[in-house]
């Protein structure tokens, strides 16, 4: 790209209210933290509550993990999720080097993997649901004992698949908000929106689905894999 | 100041260590250990991939993100004292009693 064509984007992408294309970076990365950090609250309030049912009832938590937990489903969700936030990463890395149809390219397959994310998702709440395993009128869940007879569950039990449900639904919105948000942005990209210096959709969205990364490496190992108390 | 452009090969580097943790931590999820020690474990390995992924692929290790990272950083800070007061509470209930009860 010459010189002056490179100007005449800068020109373009560069809002009136911003001095420079750097200040505009800056500002619009920023805000994006500010948005990720009420994310984080928002989120925060429900780790709480895991926290406080967890240490409520131990025994009940890591029952209900070993026995009604899918972890090689879970295991797989966190492969296809950290695979996603790398192609997100080189997404990034590709418009920073002008790379258009590259950036695209990332950006779709990213998408791809979101929605195999939520696939799989929706095949363990299906199970949740066909065991019983989802509260209010569709519980019927029995514990084993060891004699092999079976009771149904108590009430806390409910408390687990209730926060399990919350937590990983409320991920699992941010998840489909994160595929249609990269839809849109990989197809912007296709067609040339995008360029070396004005990258900042591209740069926020990215950050957008590393923030949902990050939720599900804490949801994985609180969930899926509670051991002892 | 200009946007920091990291080298692709980092981004493979963090990707294959992120996968390297979360083998580590289903394998050791499976290891029957004394106490909470299972729990810590698997929450030190999630800080250490949120830590990485934070730095790496969010860019907050570098200077021309300085202001983000305070603003995660104080973020961070809100959601310890959320969690921490919390457990004061709910962890010394059973050595300290509850008050009426």
Partial sequence: MSASTTEAVAQHALRHHFATMEQQRESTTLGMWIFLVTEIMFFGGLFTAYLVYRTAYPDVWEYCSRHHMEFKLGTLNTVILLCSSLTVALSVHAIQMGQKKLTAILLFVTVLMGLGFLGIKSIEYHNHYVEGSVPGP??????ERPDGTHYPAPHQYQLFFYLYFVMTGLHALHVTIGVVALAIIALWSWQGKYTREYHNPVHITGLY??????????LFPLLYLIAGK | MTEHISHVKHYWVVWIVLMGLMALTVVLSRVPMPGPLNTLIALAIAAAKATLVLLFFMHLKYESYVLSAVVFVAGLFWLLIFFGL???DYLTRATLGVPGH
């Fill in chain 1, 138 to 143: 569709w519980w019927h869940m029995e514990i």
């Fill in chain 1, 209 to 218: 689905w590393h923030f949902v990364d990050l939720v599900w490496i804490f």
């Fill in chain 2, 86 to 88: 919390t457990l004061t």
